[in-house]
């Protein structure tokens, strides 16, 4: 049987939602690193859940053999940011005064999230893996590049997504960077 604009396509329903549901989520995260780059620091944080878990665990250089089990530091050991959004409102609330050595002049950043990929669909939460690459350019010559996988859990409320856990893994083992006062 064919159609006026063709042959009959079985139309897998399922596969329509999940992209559309990906398309959602990758235009939250996308409006997310908006907000970032617009240092609109207090609609940033209404996207965090209340229970929101923010880490970044050190990279480590270690041999081939053991990459799967040392290449990256454990929650219980030192990380670069081990956070809960109490935290983080603390970091907001401190740019906020603009009193902040490492943000004087303000750093102009960029965040580019891309590969956006929903690997788990338990609604109302999702997780979520993309990579993501910020460059932050401040006073005449200081650039940094932070570049590196994501994986983040997002939960559906009626106000729209949250971000309920964010765990970076940075390509860099060692930090250029003069300081972390960015938000990745």
């Known amino acids: 049987m064919t159609t006026e604009g063709g ?6 329903e399922k596969l329509i939602e999940k992209v559309l549901l990906e398309r959602e989520v990758a235009d939250f995260l996308y409006r997310e690193a908006d907000l970032l780059d617009e240092r609109r620091y207090d609609e940033w944080l209404d996207l965090l859940a209340d229970d929101y878990h923010y880490s970044v665990p050190l990279r480590l250089n270690v041999r081939y053999d053991d990459v799967a089990e ?16 109490s ?43 993309c990579r993501f690459l910020v460059y932050r ?14 994986r983040d859990t997002l939960r559906r409320t009626e106000d729209g997504w949250r971000v309920v856990k964010r765990h970076l893994l940075l390509d860099q083992s060692v930090l250029m960077a003069k300081n972390l006062s960015i938000f990745v």
């Open 7 to 12: 042959p009959d396509m079985a139309i897998d």
């Open 70 to 85: 040392r290449e990256n530091t454990r929650a219980c050991e030192v990380q670069w940011f081990d956070e809960d959004k």
């Open 87 to 129: 935290t983080v409102e603390l970091r907001v609330a401190q740019l906020a005064t603009g009193v902040h050595w490492a943000e004087e002049p303000v750093s102009r950043v960029s965040h580019l999230v891309t590969n956006v990929r929903l690997d788990r669909v338990e609604l109302p939460e999702v997780e979520v893996s």
């Open 137 to 150: 350019n401040r006073v005449a010559d200081e650039t940094d590049f932070l570049v590196g996988r994501r």
